[in-house]
């Protein structure tokens, strides 16, 4: 079974979880009010992205467990790849990676219990940017790089070293730090140079505004244009590589492993999954 292209299928499936009670009631209304947007042309149903969007995030359908389950269980649900309880099926770390178990609502809300133990993200908040939404969506970089490509390499553990300390602009910065994103198969063989494609704040011609030429550009971090400077992603936070978003950008493999970098990263059933941890990762 694949989840792709399932839109109408989705919405099935969380019709039926819908609680009993008043249940006809609300069917009843979606039915009414999607017939009166289409009527006033304000539904696009075009692809997977737009039914998904306007027959059930827009209308804030409640996306129950049951529906999260299959997707745990399903290949391919997220992207190319294994189902997830394959390899995040029990709590034990000795058969399962991280000791993660998403095979049950209960060990998804708890997170890998291998120390250092994390959770994968806040019921009831947006979880895009936690770690779960980072897994699912976010391409390690540079792209390209394996994923059996080792986290601890000299040069990501230099860049890790000089954010705890406080990320500064001093001359180890200039000697040692800076150059590693400009220098090509830094952080793996044969990949570019990080400011192949992040060299200036505009883009185009840089990906995300994202400047790694320089400390200013470095600090000042992304999307510093589409958003206004005081509102940029920051990419470096001194003292907390971990949640530093150049940090984890190097270390953090996507999921499944091997996906391919150019598949979607919103695909139609992360965009249900993260809108269940929205409203409150519920296991009823």
């Given amino acids: 079974m ?49 039914a998904v969007n306007e027959l059930i995030i827009k209308r804030n359908i409640p996306i129950t467990y049951s529906y999260i389950a299959v997707l745990m269980r399903t290949p391919n649900a997220f992207g190319e790849g294994p189902a997830c309880v394959v390899c995040h099926g029990s709590g034990d770390p000795s058969v399962s990676y991280r000791g993660l178990d998403l095979s049950t609502c209960e060990g998804i809300n708890k997170g890998s219990t291998e120390p250092p133990a994390r959770k994968l993200f806040t019921p009831g908040k947006g979880a895009k940017k936690e ?42 910065f200039k000697k040692d730090i800076l150059p590693l994103f400009a220098t090509a198969n830094t952080f793996a063989a044969n990949t570019p140079a990080c400011t192949e494609c992040h060299m200036s704040n505009q883009e185009p011609p840089s990906f995300h505004e994202l400047d790694l030429s320089s400390y200013k550009g470095i600090m000042l971090g992304a999307d510093s244009v589409a958003k206004g400077v005081a509102n940029a992603t920051k990419v470096v936070i001194p003292g907390k590589p971990d949640e530093s978003g150049l940090m984890q950008h190097l270390v953090e493999n996507r999921m499944p492993p091997g996906i391919e970098p150019s598949s979607d990263r919103d695909h139609p059933n992360t965009q249900l999954l993260l809108r269940w941890i929205e409203q409150g990762a519920r296991c009823d």
């Fill in 131 to 172: 770690l779960l939404g980072r897994m699912l969506r976010n391409n390690r970089m540079p792209l390209g790089v394996r994923f059996n490509v080792p986290t601890d390499s000299p040069p990501i553990l230099a860049i890790r070293q000089w954010i705890a300390d406080g990320a500064k602009d001093d001359a180890h």
């Fill in 2 to 50: 694949v989840i792709r292209g399932a839109a109408i299928g989705a919405v099935t499936l969380l019709a039926v979880s819908v609680d009993e009670a008043g249940a006809s009631d609300r069917k009843a209304s979606l039915t009414r009010q999607m017939v009166e947007d289409i009527k006033a042309g304000k539904m696009e149903l075009e692809g997977d992205h737009a």
